[in-house]
Every structure is written in C-alpha cells, then in structure tokens.
C-alpha cells in the first residue's frame, strides 16, 4: 500500500523498515527491482479512501501509529515501477461506490498502456464511513446496495473498454490523414440506475483492454459478485479447512455462471517469516511481536466496525451490535466477523495478534516450502500474496530463503515468460478477456443499445 504501515501495525519503527520512504519515486522503483528479481507474478496494492477514526471516537491512533495514514494514491507509482520492469504485474485497487466510472476507465487504459498489458484491478467497495464523509454522503452507503452499484460501474466499463472501439479503429494512416476510423468508434450511451455515461472511450484498445479483474468480497453478495466478474480472488478464511471451502464454493460459482471452475485464480494472504534456520526464524518473530502495536490493530479494526475501547471486556459482541442496531441491519464484514458468544476481550486479544492468519509460519525455507506446497494441495489455491513485515526486508528474505527452495521442488519458475499479467495467469494467448466472461459481450459493440454510431 503506498503508504506507512499497511496491516503490519507498528513495525515501522523497526531499525531496517524504509517504508516511511513511501513518498519517495526510488522507494518505488527499488521495490519493484527487487520483486523482479525474485521472479514474482505482480505486485498488490491495497487503498482506502478515508481514514479509520473510529477507535476511541477519532482518527487519533490511527494518525499515531500511521494506520493507512499517510497515504498517497497507488495508481501513480506504477508507471515507475513499469519503467524500470518487463515482466512484473501491478494489481492495483480502486473503489467502486465514490467516482463515477468514466474516469477510471480511462486511467484503467492508460496504465494497461504504459505498462504494456501488466495491470490489474482489485475491485472494492469501501468499508470505510470516513470514505462516505469525503465523497459527500452522510454515512456509508448500505453494504449490498454498495454491490448493486459496482454491478453497474462494471457494465459501464465493460462497454467503454471492450464496444466502445474495434481493434482496428487506429489507421494512422498519414496518406489519407486519418488517424481514427470513426466508423469503428462508437457511442455507449449507458443509461442506467446510477449512471449516465455517453462515451465513446477515450483512449483507443489497450493491450489487455480490460485490466485482470481482482476481487475480495467474502459476503454472499461478494462471492457472487466474484464468481460472476473476478479473474483473480483473494480467498479469506479462519482455517485451512475453511480456505478449502471458499475456493470450491467460487469455483463452483464462477462455473453456474457458465465461466467455468477453472477461470477463477484463488490466493490466500501468507503471513511468513523466515530466517536460514528454524531458530532465527523465531527470534525474528519474537522481535517482529514485540514491536507490533495492538493499538494500530484495533484502530485498524475500528474503522468500519465497533469501537471495541468503548465497552467492558466481559460485553458480549453480539448484545453491542443489537444495542447498536446494526446486527442483520447489513452484510458487513464486522457483523460476520465475531461468532456468537465472543466478548469483547476475546476479540480484543484476536485482533492485536500479529501473527493472526490462517497462514502463519514461521521457520526454516523448508518449513515455509512445506507449508506452501500442502496448502496448495490441501486447499486448491493458486498462489499467495505475501504479507509485509518490513520493506524490503520480508520480500528479501522470501527471496533469499524460499524461492531456491521452492524452485528445488519445481513449484517456482526459473525465469519469466514474456507475457500480460492475464497471460501470466491463465497461460499463452490468453490476453484478452475469454469468450465466457460477462465483459465480452460488448466486443464489437454487440449489446450496446440502438444510438451507437458516431
Ligand atoms: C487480501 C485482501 C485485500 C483487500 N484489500 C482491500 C483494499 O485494498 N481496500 C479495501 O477497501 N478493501 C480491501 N479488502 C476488503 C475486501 O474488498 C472486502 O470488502 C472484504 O473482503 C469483505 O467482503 P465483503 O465486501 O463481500 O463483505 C481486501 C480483502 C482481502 C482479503
């Protein structure tokens, strides 16, 4: 996350953290050298767009712990990264409930262009009130209906990317000095319960058009969201039986919705630390939970949930949310977070673990090699996304450590193939969008409604 401190509360104190550098292009730049280096597929970029000022009824620990703030846009920093990479991707996230999608789109399109077909979308919908306060709205908007307005932000950028322009519109022909063809150019005259949006794009087919499509929705509504519009999912889960489930019940989704189990990337975050041998590992660990803050977690957990400084340890979750009349008012993640029965000082003792994660190792390269490969037996994920304790110090030691002995196992690959983000994820000749995806049935402005020629 462009930003200090992103779920690794407090370790930006720790002597060889350079992530306050976060302000500075090099930063960057040296980052993605180094996840080039190590062969990874793309690198993450979580955002939010507000600030957590719900714990202790103010952004106060947030702002002291550097919480997701400061924070600076991720979009930007990619170019640079781009610039001095080939092959690494750049899965980037964005909301779908604050600014329209016309914007985006374009933005979408020209950092599929600059980084030649390696970006990616992780699509939200912002759990954050304090996100509701910047875009003008008095409190956030209920967590279905945030849902029900990203199915149409994505229908609007379906047409924008994929019927607004054949593949062929850009003549340059100098001769006849036309650049554009406008007979393969087109209006997409969207009009719908949230938006109006007229097109044509305006940028011309980028290289994947559609940037891979990320998402992490765990609600009902999110999985089916998912399931419907994700090339990529973040997989959640308490337990490795329960990671089992959720990749069976997305692929299982994505294939009622005629897309097929197989076109749906499952990864689980992997929470490591690792060291040449066992014991160095865990004096590591001990030294990273020593400098984690459990104030910057529960800031972290405040933002969009229940101000768990506010009540007795002995409350019971459950009778806060009634008393707060929240409970089946939505979906929210903090209303499915807490089981029945869980007070107020079991949650707090949960969420101020550093190491809370389904998985968790810390150890050998072996013991994390180990782990990798019986997760992805036992589970049916495709990959991971690798927590950062320090930058660059966890991606270095993953590199250092795990990666060698991975590719001993045949689990990593030796080189890149030269290739797009979506190429990289489902092979070969797979740039585009495949036939199956809900997006494709606007290619060649199929679908787009009568007023489409210019
Ligand atoms: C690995 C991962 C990364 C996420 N990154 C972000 C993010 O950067 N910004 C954000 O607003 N939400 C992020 N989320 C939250 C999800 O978008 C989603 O809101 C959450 O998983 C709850 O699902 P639901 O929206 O279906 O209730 C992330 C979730 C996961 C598991």
Redesign the pocket.
């Known amino acids: 996350m462009n930003t200090v401190g992103h779920i690794s509360h407090g370790l930006w104190v720790h002597p060889s953290n350079t992530r306050h550098r976060f302000n500075d292009l090099d930063f960057w730049i040296e980052e993605a050298k180094l996840l080039e280096e190590g062969l990874f597929d793309a690198v993450f970029l ?3 767009i507000g600030t957590y000022d719900g714990y202790r009824g103010g952004p106060e620990t947030a702002l002291r712990e550097g919480v997701q703030i400061p924070s600076n846009d991720p979009l930007l920093v990619i170019p640079a990264m781009a610039a001095v990479t080939k092959n690494l991707g750049f899965a980037a ?1 964005f ?1 779908t409930t604050y600014e329209p999608p016309f914007a985006f789109a374009r933005r979408a399109s020209t950092l599929d262009h600059l980084t030649k077909g390696r970006f990616g979308w ?1 699509i ?4 954050l009130p304090n996100a509701a306060r910047n875009f003008g709205l008095e409190d956030e908007v209920a ?1 279905d209906d945030r849902y029900g307005i990203a199915e149409e932000y994505l229908e609007v950028l379906y047409k924008l990317w994929e019927g607004s322009w054949d593949d062929d519109a850009v003549v340059r022909d100098r001769e006849s000095r036309i650049y554009t063809d406008p007979s393969k150019v087109r209006y997409i005259n969207h009009v719908g319960a949230h938006y109006r949006v007229a097109g044509p794009h305006l940028s011309e087919p980028s290289v994947q058009r559609t940037p891979v499509l990320f998402q ?4 009902a ?2 999985k089916a969201f998912a399931a419907r519009h994700a090339e990529g999912v ?1 997989v ?1 889960g308490t337990t490795i039986e329960s990671y089992r489930t959720n990749v069976a019940d997305i692929r299982g989704l994505a294939d009622e919705n005629g897309r097929g189990r197989d076109s749906v990337k499952t990864f689980a ?1 992997a929470v490591i630390v690792v060291d040449k041998d066992r014991e160095s590992a865990m004096v590591k660990a001990e030294e990273y939970k020593k400098l984690s803050s459990a104030e910057g977690y529960l800031a972290h957990a405040g933002g969009g949930g229940i101000d768990l400084a506010a009540y007795p340890k002995e409350a019971l979750i459950s009778d806060i949310l009634a008393a707060e009349n929240r409970q089946g008012r939505d ?3 903090e209303n499915r977070r807490y089981a029945p029965g869980v007070t107020v000082g079991d949650a707090l003792e949960t969420l101020t673990r550093f190491d809370r994660s389904a998985f968790f190792v810390a150890g050998s390269p072996t013991d994390v090699a180990d782990a990798i490969e019986g997760w992805v037996r036992d589970t049916d994920l495709d990959g991971f ?1 690798l927590r950062q304790f320090l930058t660059p110090g966890t991606a270095e030691d993953f590199i250092a450590y795990v990666i060698p002995e991975l590719q001993r196992r045949g689990l990593y690959r030796t080189k890149y193939e030269e290739s797009t983000l979506r190429e990289r994820l489902f092979g070969a000749g797979n740039t585009r969008l495949p036939d199956q995806h809900p997006g494709a049935r606007y290619r060649g402005g199929a679908h787009l409604g009568d007023a489409s020629a210019i």
């Open positions: 979580a955002d939010v996230t909301s992780n939200v919908t912002s759990y967590h992490a929705g765990s609600s509504r999110g973040f959640g975050s979906n929210s993640p996304n």
